[in-house]
């Protein structure tokens, strides 16, 4: 049978077999069902299992979090594949987060996922460096003019807490519904390549994402282009982990390919900044927002390889974690369905006290599933881990 060819349904009456008939006897045998089939999907990387997916956004050199596939399983990758001019040597290497976070940028294509809330990200060491500095924001007048407006005031230079060498730091008020710093006059950089391929990248730490009432930032408004009558705009309403701002340093990435265009603008000669805060006119006022280091990247096209815990679907082709309607289809093969309906059986005769069959349907599933493995083993990336590191002697 093909892929996702069983429905709910069929496989209840599999399973009545395997429990002498008496598999309405249950108090839920989808819930049983259910059960069994995530404990197989967790304790077997299945080949039915495997799922591709474009990393989103592409991989830029020196940009480390991107946002994991939503149903991914565990770690479980694959492989992280660029699209066209794979190299024969690369690579990546799993590690674990602290690993990663001390050994990123230092070139050696690793990565991770990085696990909180219930959420997954995952941290990425690789790809090509093909950047362009837009500003480095560490003057307010060395390079064109910095200024600020609406409820944006106060712009200083911060020489504390920076991304690269200072930061530009600022406060807002209470009243308006957005702040805004404003560059203008700088040097003009050639961006003729990056058009309609690039993304911006900003840094900008929040004080307070959420003010003492519940009142959030609403959003950020990027400006790049000529002059304030001819510019590209782009508005993020998440950082580039796509998950809601947060308190501290946040990286906005702004996408130039579906970007507005305010008249008409010469990709060759960019001098012009705007960053807009929206927010509600109730927003508390704060302190020491930062800006730092807006760039310009362009970014290589990947795939990641990856086994899914979602083993079920929809008649309509929508992937399921746990099904919910009778036509509802598995996603596996005929003999991956047998270790599946094993496992169910044992689970059932349990509720029902039916201690030879749990044994008889163990034993079944232990078989079948040592025969799996040997013809099909896992193909994950495994955890590498350094335990100590040898240093060379200084003196």
């Not at 077999?17 to 197989?40: D, E, I, P, Y």
């Not at 730092?292 to 992937?319: E, K, M, N």
């Not at 094993?342 to 030879?356: C, H, I, M, S, T």
């Amino acid at each position: 049978m093909a892929v996702g060819s069983y429905s709910q349904s069929e496989l209840f009456d599999m399973m009545d077999s395997g429990l002498h008939a008496k598999s309405a006897q249950l108090s839920s045998r989808q819930r049983t069902l259910n059960r069994a089939v995530r404990f197989v999907l967790s304790d077997i990387d299945m080949k039915s299992m495997k799922r591709k997916a474009a990393l989103s956004p592409n991989l830029f050199g020196e940009i480390y979090d991107y946002g994991a596939p939503a149903n991914i399983k565990e770690r479980a990758i694959i492989d992280l594949k660029r699209q066209v001019k794979r190299s024969v040597n690369e690579k990546f290497s799993l590690v674990d987060e602290e690993e990663f976070d001390r050994e990123k940028g230092q070139g050696r294509d690793i990565f991770t996922i990085a696990s909180s809330d219930l959420a997954h990200l995952l941290r990425i060491d690789g790809g090509k460096t093909t950047k362009v500095s837009i500003h480095n924001c560490d003057s307010l007048t060395a390079n064109g003019t910095w200024a600020a407006s609406a409820d944006a005031s106060n712009l200083t230079i911060d020489t504390e807490n920076f991304i690269e060498t200072s930061a530009l730091n600022f406060d807002t008020a209470e009243g308006a519904a957005t702040a805004v710093i404003e560059l203008t006059g700088a040097t003009q950089v050639d961006l003729t390549d990056h058009d309609e391929k690039s993304s911006i990248f900003v840094w900008v730490f929040i004080p307070d994402a959420t003010d003492a009432s519940g009142d959030a930032v609403t959003n950020f408004i990027l400006r790049w282009g000529n002059d304030t009558g001819n510019f590209w705009s782009r508005t993020v309403t998440v950082n580039n982990e796509g998950v809601a701002f947060y308190d501290g340093w946040n990286l906005l990435r702004f996408d130039w390919n579906g970007a507005t265009e305010t008249g008409t603008v010469n990709p060759a000669q960019i001098d012009y900044v705007r960053l807009t805060i929206t927010k509600p006119t109730t927003f508390a006022a704060d302190t020491d927002w930062r800006v730092d280091s807006i760039v310009s990247r362009i970014g290589d096209i990947y795939d990641v390889i990856y086994y899914t815990r979602f083993g079920w679907q929809t008649s309509a082709g929508a992937y399921l974690e746990d099904a919910t309607a009778t036509s509802d289809l598995i996603n596996a093969e005929t003999d991956e369905i047998d270790m599946i309906l094993a496992k169910a059986v044992e689970y059932g005769a349990q509720e029902l006290k039916e201690r030879d069959d749990i044994q008889y349907a163990r034993l079944e599933y232990q078989t079948l599933r040592t025969a799996y493995l040997y013809r099909y083993p896992s193909e994950r990336i495994r955890l590498v881990q350094r335990y100590y590191r040898i240093r060379k002697n200084r003196f």
